[in-house]
């Protein structure tokens, strides 16, 4: 009995092993670069975390400033106002919201002439009953305090404006140019002060900020299919 191999069956055994080594080398390549890719992720979210918390601070030191006036000022987000104009009633905005209590109402939104330049000002949160009463109207209009923000883009998931009941959804510029007939700055005045109706917005620095939380997320998982992808090289390779 032989148990030798010839010619042939050595050729077709290496030609397997070599095919074989192949393919484990390229599962190597791309278990090393879906890793390469884990932790860049992981890397981008720790810079967008710095990013993130440079810029709450810089939000937190603006808040705690004195206010400046609108027209002599810079504008930028979050920069603390005061100023003086002319508030439109007739073409009052109401803006369905949810108060901090999580009540369903409307945010009243004006327009306001300041030094011949139009602004929108949100002057806070009413509940559905208020709407259209002549007490949400009290204005010291010759000073106004308050905080401007840059207008949000308005997300096109949320209900179509419908002016002729002056219900509204999102502040769609286009929309309120039709309602209004003008052109507004791009940055909202939130007004603020101890006005009881409206109940005006509290502007924090609350923005989201979980970037640690991804970031974490982001290196487990690197990690883990390290840890498996060496188990399986010890037990096959």
Avoid: C
Avoid at 134 to 159: C, D, W
Avoid at 179 to 193: A, V
Wanted: hydrophobic share 40%; glycine share 4%.
């Amino acid at each position: 009995m032989s148990f030798g191999y010839s010619y042939s069956q050595l050729f077709i055994f290496g030609e397997v092993n070599n095919k074989s080594l192949k393919n484990k080398f390229l599962f190597s390549v791309f278990v090393y670069f879906i890793i390469l890719v884990l932790l860049s992720l992981g890397f981008w979210q720790l810079y967008r975390l710095n990013w993130k918390l440079d810029l709450i601070n810089q939000i937190e030191t603006s808040l705690k400033n004195d206010p400046v006036e609108l027209i002599n000022s810079e504008k930028k987000n979050y920069l603390r106002i005061k100023t003086s104009g002319e508030i439109d009633f007739d073409k009052q905005i109401y803006l369905y919201n949810l108060n901090d209590n999580g009540k369903p109402g409307f945010e009243v939104i004006n327009s306001i002439n300041i030094n011949n330049e139009y602004y929108l000002i949100n002057r806070g949160w009413i509940p559905f009953e208020k709407k259209d009463l002549p007490e949400i109207n009290l204005i010291n209009q010759k000073e106004i305090v308050g905080t401007i923000l840059l207008q949000a883009k308005y997300s096109s998931f949320k209900p179509e404006n419908d002016l002729e009941k002056n219900y509204w959804f999102t502040l769609n510029r286009e929309d309120i140019f039709k309602f209004t007939g003008k052109k507004f700055s791009k940055y909202i005045i939130y007004l603020g002060g101890d006005y009881k109706v409206p109940k005006p917005k509290v502007i924090t620095a609350k923005i989201s900020n979980n970037h640690k939380k991804y970031a974490i997320t982001w290196f487990s998982m690197a990690i883990s299919i390290l840890l498996i992808y060496l188990y399986f090289r010890k037990k096959n390779y």
